[in-house]
């Protein structure tokens, strides 16, 4: 098998999405009601951020196969591995089950409920692959879901709490994502050309959308204020500061729905935003801003 196609077919730019599985232990770390060492939490989060790439990957080639002659009438889909025949379909088969059993392989020793939750995760999303990504705001949901059990899986690993209120930012974010991202792909393919590379599209409307997309956005964000101002939260890390994290929060959904609205971005989400500086800002601050409010608290 031709090295570099095996490592394309796995989608390493699109691994950023694992980061998400450090979110347990980076809540932790400042939680007035729990022990996580900074070294425990970056030396098994790593090791879940690993398993995920392994198991995301494994899916990515599933996927690849199972919409290759769709993909290879996308502008953009028909220069991955499979569609182009750069990797035959058999070879991607197989690396998907190495890389699978990898992931199913190291698993377990991150604990069970991370093992439960990344089996969970692939679960879901073969159920994505061969049956709901056909199914309107399904599709999305899934792909929402996919993200909230990255957040559960660190959390597990690290032997962090679970924090409802962080599940329902991350799903409510991801959604938007999910949203903006058919939003964009119905703007670049059009209307009449969209079902024939994505058939859930045709049950899709770019005003509708819209709608969707400022809708989900503003609850993701209503969502992660309500949760800053919580009792339970100034409680667990000891201050009400968290409450100044919502404007980097804000103006980042805000900046992206700007981009997605515009037809300037979104339909791969990854690009979009390592592309547009404001958005990589806006994560930056938010992070510096947590880290700050904590060390204050702490005093």
């Known amino acids: 098998m031709p090295i570099p196609a095996c490592i394309d077919a796995l989608r390493p730019g699109q691994w950023i999405k694992n980061s998400l599985v450090f979110a347990g232990g980076f809540f932790a770390l400042a939680d007035r009601n729990q022990s996580v060492s900074a070294g425990h939490a970056a030396g098994r ?38 569609a182009s025949g750069r990797l035959s379909r058999r070879a991607a088969l197989v690396e998907a089950a ?16 991370f093992a439960a939750t990344t089996a969970a995760y692939f679960a879901l999303q073969v159920a994505y692959t061969f049956a709901l990504k056909r199914v309107p705001l399904a599709d999305a949901a899934c792909i929402a ?28 974010l991801a959604l938007f994502i ?17 079902p024939r590379h994505r058939a859930v599209l045709a049950r899709y409307t770019v005003r509708g959308l819209d709608r969707a997309c400022t809708a989900v956005a503003a609850a993701a964000v209503a969502a992660y204020a309500a949760w800053t101002v919580a009792p339970s939260t100034t409680a667990k890390f000891g201050t009400f500061g968290l409450g100044a994290t919502v404007i980097p929060v804000a ?20 690009k979009t935003f390592l ?3 404001a958005l990589v800002a806006a994560v930056l601050v938010w992070l510096a ?6 060390i204050l608290a702490s005093r």
């Open 45 to 82: 989060g790593a090791a879940a951020f690993a398993v995920f790439c392994l198991v995301s990957g494994a899916v990515y080639l599933m996927n690849d196969v199972h919409d290759a002659e769709a993909d290879a009438l996308h502008p953009e889909k028909r220069r991955r591995p499979v």
């Open 98 to 113: 190495a890389a699978l059993a990898l992931g199913f392989a190291a698993a377990p020793s991150l604990g069970t409920g």
């Open 145 to 172: 879901a996919g993200f909230s059990l990255r957040v559960v899986a660190g959390a597990f690993a690290v032997g962090a709490a679970v924090y409802p209120w962080i599940l329902v930012c991350a799903f409510l």
């Open 178 to 194: 999910a949203l903006g991202k058919r939003r964009a792909e119905l703007a670049v393919l059009g209307r009449a050309a969209a």
């Open 251 to 270: 103006f980042g959904v805000a900046r992206y729905l700007r981009v997605v609205l515009r037809g300037e971005g979104g339909d791969r989400p990854e």
């Open 275 to 277: 592309r547009t500086p």
């Open 289 to 294: 801003s947590c880290v700050a409010v904590w």
